[in-house]
């Protein structure tokens, strides 16, 4: 009997190293979702080993600008919610479903929280997944963050949001 086996081509740019071709890999495994897989094939795309002739021509300024901002529009979505905890997953799920936004009260009741706790540090974990994959270059500077407390004056969240990029991507990934 053959073994399930993931077959993944991952684009990399000249010069990345291995711990970006790791996070997609941990992406790519995290997206495939199945527990039967335990074989992998991998495969790297050729990509062009010389940079683009704007970018040699010594005009570095003009080249960021005329890019835009990128946010999530690199990212498998998926891959990096699916990686979270699952708490903070299944809320920006629900709040997916639900257009990009979840109350407080449903919030709670996913993650099985008695509605007299806080949610001080809820958003911990996402932060600290946003800020790997911005350290190790898999995900832009400019990503708005994957969940955002909307706040009713001070105090306590009352909602939160998943930013429309991200609604849309996850919606383009499915």
């Not at 570095?60 to 835009?68: M, S, T």
Request: net charge positive; aromatic share 4%; charged share 25%.
């Amino acid at each position: 009997m053959t073994e399930p086996t993931l077959n993944v081509a991952i684009p990399l740019t000249p010069g990345s190293d291995v711990n970006l071709l790791l996070a997609r890999v941990r992406q790519a495994v995290a997206a495939a979702c199945d527990p039967a897989i335990r074989s992998f094939a991998f495969s790297v795309p050729a990509v062009a080993a010389e940079a683009p002739a704007e970018a040699q021509s010594g005009d570095a300024a003009a080249a960021p600008a005329a890019a835009g901002p990128r946010g999530w529009a690199d990212i498998d979505v998926r891959a990096v919610v699916l990686g979270l905890p699952s708490k903070q997953r299944d809320v920006i799920k629900a709040a997916i479903d639900n257009g990009g936004q979840i109350d407080r009260d449903a919030t709670y009741a996913i993650i099985k929280r008695s509605k007299d706790k806080r949610l001080t540090g809820f958003t911990k974990p996402i932060d600290n997944a946003m800020e790997a994959l911005k350290k190790n270059g898999t995900l832009h500077d400019d990503a708005k963050p994957l969940l955002i407390p909307i706040y009713k004056g001070s105090g306590q969240a009352k909602a939160f949001r998943v930013p429309e990029e991200v609604v849309q991507r996850w919606k383009q990934l499915a």
